[in-house]
Nanobody, 117 residues
């Protein structure tokens, strides 16, 4: 079955960095685009970054452009989110997502990122 397992969250001071990982299994990882979403308390889940299956095209929410970088390693079935110059407003639970043809959307359990001094 499809599984997405996020890791790498934690508490970091403003201006700091974190790298999130999402390990995927149960589908042909290299065939699918991957996404990172986040959800802050009391807010809707929002798309943060997207990467095509070959990793050649990436897109970002305006709020994270220039600070976050999405990447993937198809040999390791893993997608990453490098987050630099973190701000308190980046505090959220971060989720990995894949949409598989004819099966639908799958989500990981999420990893908490807290940016605070």
């Amino acid at each position: 079955q499809v599984q997405l397992v996020e890791s790498g969250g934690g508490l970091v001071q403003p201006g700091g960095s974190l790298r999130l990982s999402c390990a995927a299994s149960g589908f042909t990882f290299s065939s699918y685009a991957m996404r990172w979403y986040r959800q802050a308390p009391g807010k809707e889940r929002e798309l943060v970054a997207h990467i095509t299956n070959r990793g050649d095209i990436t897109n970002y929410a305006d709020s994270v452009k220039g600070r976050f970088t999405i990447s993937r390693d198809n040999a390791k079935n893993t997608v990453y989110l490098q987050m630099n110059r973190l701000k308190p407003e980046d505090t959220a639970v971060y989720y990995c997502n894949v949409v598989i043809l004819l099966l639908g959307a799958y989500w990981g359990q999420g990893t908490q990122v807290t940016v605070s001094s």
